[in-house]
């Protein structure tokens, strides 16, 4: 998976925007402006492509278990949200995409059901 095939897929999904609210490396992809994906751009440039994804605490820690490649979110909740290593090989781009998925509904999941609501108009 390449930047732009990640950047296509998180705008793929409704209500997303991104951004670069923390400097201009941090590119986030946010639904309803809430933050889902992070990915520092000047590590996929140099090979070493990573993403922090939120995730339920039980599925964190599971996750983190059985995947070398998932760990604690760098310079983030280490309870809510993983570092995904993807250059490290050991991870499908299509089990990507699931974890980005349960990211994104994560975040739904902890907004109003107004908001929510909103994304299906």
């Known amino acids: ?7 296509n897929y998180c705008l793929s999904k409704k209500g997303t925007t991104e951004d670069f609210p923390f ?3 941090t590119l986030v992809f946010k639904v309803l402006g809430k933050m889902f994906v992070l990915a520092g751009l000047s590590k996929w440039e140099r090979g070493e492509a990573s993403i922090n994804l939120k995730a339920d605490p039980e599925y964190s820690q599971e996750l983190r278990a059985e995947y070398e490649s998932i760990r604690p979110g760098f310079h983030m909740s280490k309870k809510h949200w993983n570092t995904i290593y993807m250059h490290e090989g050991e991870l499908s781009p299509e089990f990507i995409y699931k974890l980005i998925d349960h990211s994104y509904d994560m975040v739904l999941k902890g907004m109003s059901k107004k ?3 909103s994304l299906l108009d």
């Open 1 to 7: 998976m390449n930047i732009e095939q990640l950047r």
């Open 23 to 25: 400097d201009e490396d």
């Open 115 to 117: 908001m929510q609501n």
